[in-house]
């Protein structure tokens, strides 16, 4: 056999960019659940930055 079977370029970057965007997906959501387990120093509970900049967002665009 001559050539190497592998799946088409376009359905490869297809199926890794719909895994991107799940891996994503779960790395918010870990952080989240991450953050609301911590609390500070003076006992109040975190709140993670980037989920609260990326909330504001989408309430701003509804």
């Not at 592998?6 to 891996?23: A, G, N």
């Not at 989240?32 to 609390?39: P, S, V």
Request: hydrophobic content about 20%; glycine content about 4%; overall charge positive.
């Amino acid at each position: 056999m001559k050539f190497q079977q592998k799946p088409h370029k376009k359905t490869k970057d297809k199926k890794s960019f719909i895994e991107k965007i799940r891996e994503e997906e779960q790395k918010k959501m870990d952080r989240l659940i991450k953050t609301n387990d911590k609390e500070n120093e003076d006992g109040t509970k975190r709140v993670d930055r980037k989920t609260e900049i990326w909330k504001k967002k989408e309430l701003d665009g509804i």
